[in-house]
């Protein structure tokens, strides 16, 4: 069962963060412009929130049936992971401050898009070599 959960896990982590980071590379703006038009709202931006709660779900389950049997390299991942979500989430924790930021440094936001773009491709890469690794059986 194990196995079988990291499989889908890792497949599904892996098609989203190729997709989306190639997307924020390619095209920084549209994550930005949607950053920039939540900034005007109170509230931190609900699909952010929605896509937080989901990873933290599912890299939390990982998380735990990669304790027994121990399967080394999938908690360093799950760790790692959710070390990136709580990062994330801690940004939408201090909204207040941060949507004063998004809307005066639109240019910066940019950047921090294209980046946060090969960040999601890393994470991406290194999803598929694990399940590469599942897959062959080398474990």
């Known amino acids: 069962m194990q196995y079988g959960w990291f499989l889908i896990y890792y ?15 390619r095209q920084p703006g ?8 939540s900034a005007a709202s109170s509230s931190p931006p609900r699909l952010l929130l929605k896509i937080l709660r989901y990873a ?8 735990v049936l990669s304790i027994y ?11 790692v ?10 940004l939408l924790l201090m909204w207040d401050s941060v949507r004063g930021a998004l809307q005066q440094k639109e240019q ?3 950047r921090m898009m294209v980046k946060t ?19 062959s059986g080398t474990n």
């Open 30 to 37: 549209i994550p930005a412009a949607y950053l920039i038009t």
């Open 69 to 79: 049997p121990l399967a080394l390299s999938e908690l360093l991942f799950s760790v």
């Open 11 to 25: 497949f599904v982590l892996m098609v989203f963060c190729i997709w989306y980071g190639t997307g924020f590379i």
């Open 56 to 63: 933290l779900m599912f890299t939390f389950i990982s998380a």
């Open 108 to 110: 910066s936001l940019r």
């Open 81 to 90: 992971m959710l070390g990136l979500i709580f990062a994330a989430g801690r």
């Open 117 to 135: 773009g090969w960040l999601l491709s890393g994470v991406g890469m290194v999803s598929l070599i694990l399940w590469f690794r599942i897959i």
